[in-house]
């Protein structure tokens, strides 16, 4: 063969496997990702701890709506959307649902809300109404009143520049570990410095950091969805603040340009960041949690094949009891400031002809992505029991749970912990507003409920 004829065949070979990687992209998944700033404009009432007594003051950093939306080969798509909240509840989320059906064609099953929990953001709707029903003046109320729209409308247009950002990518997944996250049931806030220096720490806990990598076509990092067990509690003023998972995620964003980080939380209702009430401490621990998904973005991650699976389902969750009109009445009086509001607003409920609650419809999510993890979707202040109980029976690495999702209407104790009691058990039910602690069946019912979804997907 003629030498510059071999030499032509060589490039011409070289060429079409340098094309290889970026044809299997275009013909398999595709992602977009975006980020909204969502950080109120005036002083306004803060969620999260009932020992605040006045509106905010400043702002440490910003709040964010970030969307991806993930598409298989086959078109469908799904958005995760994460939000620098404490959380939301369907007065926020079935609208934006609605809308992102109508104006994308994007199913209420296929799209998850995810809140970080931060204590440092502001009151959203009818999420922990009992913290401040009654308790906050007119002005403050029409603030909170005039929010949650504006919530919505950057949601669904966050969404959709997510899918006006839909690109062909090579999309990875991987774990990594972060260690500052303690059992707050189990350690005693004040020792659990000199008990983690010992290794003397009493879980049960979970310290996986899962992640979802998205490169484009020449490699570049464009987006990394990551998650953590940890309540977003080390910061309590009155400065607007994302927390440690903001600071995670700016961490990440600063050292990836023109990477979008997007942060979901785990099952971390009994689990806090200690030590904590510094900023300092919430900076450091966003570092050392985005060093972590950085050590997992370095390695050798599996790819995703195959199509999404989407599957969801409300269950009707029971609670113990419900209170009687004389319940009320009484408790009406109680000199528990919660106890009384929640009363009050149940005698307002009676008083309109509506049935107290007995149950509540809990939302979960399961999705498949791909031959990759499947990720099961909570709602509520879920502990870590759940995530620990799901891992081990359908697989540790290609599980992953987030808690705080769709809807944040109480914490989910596992059947330990209400049987226990205690806050995360039964005490925190009264600034959510429901009337008692889960049945007794509250594990057994929400797992049973993801597992038919698991199998389903089969």
């Not at 806990?205 to 990394?224: M, R």
């Not at 450091?284 to 599957?311: H, I, W």
């Not at 808690?403 to 600034?431: C, F, H, K, Q, W």
Request: hydrophobic share 40%.
């Amino acid at each position: 063969m003629h030498r510059s004829i071999a030499v032509g065949l060589l490039l011409a070979l070289a060429m079409s496997l340098a094309w290889l990687p970026c044809t299997a992209i275009a013909a398999g998944w595709k992602a977009g990702a975006a980020s909204q700033k969502i950080t109120p404009e005036a002083p306004m009432w803060m969620a999260g701890y009932g020992s605040r007594s006045h509106p905010s003051t400043g702002q440490l950093n910003d709040l964010h709506a970030k969307a991806l939306v993930l598409a298989d080969p086959q078109g469908t798509r799904v958005a995760i959307v994460t939000l620098d909240l404490v959380g939301i509840g369907p007065d926020v989320a079935d609208p934006i649902r609605a809308e992102l059906a109508s104006k994308y064609d994007l199913p209420a099953a296929n799209v998850a809300f995810c809140c970080s929990h931060t204590h440092s953001g502001p009151v959203v709707g009818h999420n922990l109404r009992t913290l401040h029903y009654d308790l906050v003046d007119e002005t403050q109320q029409k603030l909170i009143d005039q929010y949650a729209p504006k919530l919505q409308a950057n949601v669904v247009a966050v969404v959709g520049r997510a899918i006006a950002a839909l690109a062909p990518s090579q999309i990875t997944w991987g774990h990594g570990t972060a260690t500052f996250a303690a059992n707050r049931r189990n350690n005693k806030e004040p020792e659990v410095p000199e008990l983690r220096a010992a290794g003397k720490l009493v879980g049960p806990f979970d310290h996986d950091v899962p992640v979802l990598k998205i490169t484009d076509n020449s490699g570049k990092l464009t987006a990394v969805l990551f998650g953590y067990a940890c309540h977003a509690t080390v910061l309590s003023d009155y400065d607007w603040s994302s927390d440690y998972p903001g600071f995670a995620q700016s961490a990440l964003e600063a050292s990836h340009p023109g990477c979008t980080a997007l942060f979901f939380a785990g099952c971390g209702a009994d689990q806090n960041p200690l030590p904590r009430r510094k900023v300092e401490l919430a900076k450091q621990y966003g570092e050392d949690l985005a060093a972590a998904v950085d050590v997992v973005l370095a390695k050798s991650l599996t790819p995703l094949a195959g199509n999404l699976q989407v599957r969801a389902t409300t269950i009707d969750l029971p609670l113990a009891k419900t209170l009687s009109a004389e319940e009320v009445d009484a408790e009406a009086k109680s000199t528990d400031k919660y106890v009384a509001a929640r009363a009050r607003r149940y005698q307002s409920m009676l008083a309109a002809g509506k049935a107290l609650p007995g149950s509540y419809p809990y939302p979960i999510q399961a999705w498949r992505l791909g031959d990759g993890p499947t990720l099961v979707t909570l709602g509520g202040e879920v502990v870590v029991d759940f995530a620990l109980r799901l891992k081990q029976e359908h697989g540790g690495e290609k599980t992953w749970v987030a808690g705080y999702s769709n809807d944040v209407m109480a914490y989910i104790p596992s059947r330990r912990v209400l049987t226990e009691g205690g806050y995360e058990g039964a005490s925190a039910m009264i600034y959510y507003g429901l009337p008692s602690p889960w049945a007794p069946t509250v594990e057994e019912s929400i797992v049973t409920a993801v597992r038919s979804l698991i199998a389903a997907e089969k």
